[in-house]
């Protein structure tokens, strides 16, 4: 669990199989993956609603919490580069992702395939093995 989570400070805005969306009083969303196999179906409803909180609230930074995170899937990995990496937040405006490390070797195998991927999206990230230092980054963020 996440320790802005166990502080209070983030607000639950929704909840399935694949994780949490959870939204940040500083203006950016975190996107906890929960750990364990999923449905194709559940990752795209999580997706989904992850993107339609980041249009609602006209934000365009995200914490990607992955440190309990299994692998992406080959479809799960075509369906987020065609559904998120090749959209910009708005015109001008590339969406700003901070990424938590999966413990697991092979989550981290994954997600390199994708950030390779993302070199030729609007998608800016960095990646962390620490939560404060991908706070700070976002929140330093205009």
Known sequence: MSSF???GQVQLYFENP???LLE???GYLVVQYGAGKRKFEDMQVYLTKAR???QRRGWYKVLGDQRNMTAFTQEERSWITENWLNKAASPGQPYY???LLSHDVFARLSMNLV???ARE???VYRL???EAAADAWLRQLS
């Open 121 to 123: 999206s609007g998608l």
């Open 97 to 99: 992702g901070a990424v």
């Open 128 to 130: 962390f093995e620490d």
């Open 5 to 7: 989570h166990a502080a």
């Open 18 to 20: 694949v994780g949490r």
């Open 24 to 26: 940040h009083p500083s």
């Open 52 to 54: 339609e909180l980041l």
């Open 115 to 117: 950030m390779n991927e």
